[in-house]
Structure formats: structure tokens, C-alpha cells
């Protein structure tokens, strides 16, 4: 699965539970830790845990990938998904706001996805 596939998978994804704000960075020559990262946020712990696992269980099922690693389940409140070349913050929105990440390379446009529509599927 090329990055930008997996970009959009974890993106609908995520929409499908009805993710917040989600922008997408190119990080492709700035970043050591990924090429991309995807950003959302959530209402509560339990939209949180809800997002993360749609991104698991679509990437397992439809592309047969599984993350490097998982980190902030426990607490639902900032969630870290490894995908190698893409890393994914799912956020409180409260949190999201206090850590800015998007704003840790502010020349990076942010790029969007948008839901997939059934003309789409």
C-alpha cells in the first residue's frame, strides 16, 4: 500500500467515527519519525478508543496492516498509532489544543480528507 493509500484509508477511517478537525502533514524531508501524520480529535474517551480501533480493524482487514505500536489506550485521552511512514494523534479536543502539534512545522500546509460518498465506494 503506497503512503498516500494508507494516508486516506486511516483518514476514512477515522471519519467513519465521526473524527474531528482531522488534517493531514506531509512530512516527508522534515521529520525522522514519519513521512506523514494524521491528526483528529474527539469529543470523549469513548470516541477516542472508537476512532482507533475503526483505524485498526479497516488497515487489518482491507490492507492486512497492523501498527508498529499503540500507545495512550489506557487513557483515551491522546492516542498514538504507528504505522511506520504515517503516524496517527487521536485527541481530546481539549488536548489537541494545549499540544498543538500541527503547529510544530507551521510551513506545512495542513491537507484534508474528505468522507468518502457513496458515488466513492
Known sequence: MENMDLVKAIGYAALDKKANRLI???LRNRSDLCDYQVICSAANERQTLAICDSIEVYLKRNANL???AIEGKQSSHWILMDYGPVMVHIFLE?????????NLWPDVAPMSIKPKTESSV
Do not use: K
Open 24 to 26: 493531514v502533514q506531509d
Open 66 to 68: 497492523r501498527p508498529v
Open 94 to 102: 481539549e488536548l489537541r489544543d494545549y499540544y498543538a502539534l500541527e
